[in-house]
């Protein structure tokens, strides 16, 4: 079942356009990173399928619903790059607010809490206010409210920036966990390689515009190259042979 369906998005502020023809798919059950620099748009992809932009040209569809619609909010998940939390309350007081705004049980709200908790390893600090975090708690804490609802769909953007790398490997462990056991769809922006390549599809993105798509190995056999970097390169063209990645 395709879940999210992004199809000839074109985004354009004045004369600058910002995407051109974006089209993608996402199904049940399936992680599908988007990859590309910083600027190249994906943040933007990641707002218009939100709701929270328009598209110039093209549509959204996720669930079979057009975006924008309010009833969607509910089915999606979202971590936002930057952290949108409440400083003054702790951990458990910024959960407790976004579990709130769903049509929980006090019980529900309560085992969901303890579940994401335990999954972002903050059972030590929940208690503190979040403006004694460092950087990588409430990167944490921004990925426990992005599920706290159990939603079909999670859109992580930029998931595991500033977190250490045996906490990484452990939230990338569940979210294939999720994927597998739970039939949940995943997007997931990144420009960390080692990350693509657990992804079940890549949208490889440069300049707004999709510059191919596939299974990170149908991606390196088809540029017959043995990195998804050199992938990213072959596929962007010669003449920008010398823009990395990351």
């Not at 939100?50 to 569809?61: C, L």
Request: aromatic content about 6%; proline content about 3%; glycine content about 6%.
């Amino acid at each position: 079942m395709s879940v999210l369906h992004v199809n000839n998005v074109s985004k354009s502020y004045g004369k600058h356009q910002i995407l051109c023809n974006v089209q993608f798919s996402a199904q049940q059950g399936q992680i599908v990173g988007l990859i590309g620099p910083s600027g190249s748009g994906k943040t933007t992809i990641i707002k218009i399928v939100m709701g929270m932009d328009h598209p110039s040209a093209g549509n959204v569809e996720v669930l079979q619903k057009q975006v924008p619609d309010l009833r969607l909010l509910k089915q999606i998940g979202y971590m936002a790059q930057s952290d949108a939390l409440y400083q003054d309350l702790t951990g458990y007081e910024n959960l407790t607010f976004f579990a709130s705004m769903f049509l929980m049980s006090k019980k529900e709200q309560q085992e969901r809490i303890s579940y994401v908790v335990n999954l972002v390893q903050l059972e030590s600090a929940i208690k503190k206010r979040v403006a004694t975090y460092s950087g990588g708690m409430k990167r944490r804490l921004s990925l426990a409210v992005a599920l706290i609802q159990n939603p079909p769909l999670l859109i992580l953007d930029e998931p595991t920036v500033g977190i250490d790398p045996e906490l990484r490997k452990s939230i990338w462990q569940e979210l294939t966990r999720l994927k597998n056991e739970e039939q949940k769809t995943i997007i997931v922006t990144t420009h960390v390689m080692d990350e693509a390549e657990k992804c079940d599809d890549l949208v490889m993105i440069r300049e707004g515009r999709v510059i191919t798509t596939g299974s990170p190995q149908k991606l390196k056999d088809d540029y017959q190259v043995t990195t998804l970097e050199e992938v990213f390169l072959k596929a962007g063209g010669e003449a920008h042979a010398h823009q990395s990645i990351s």
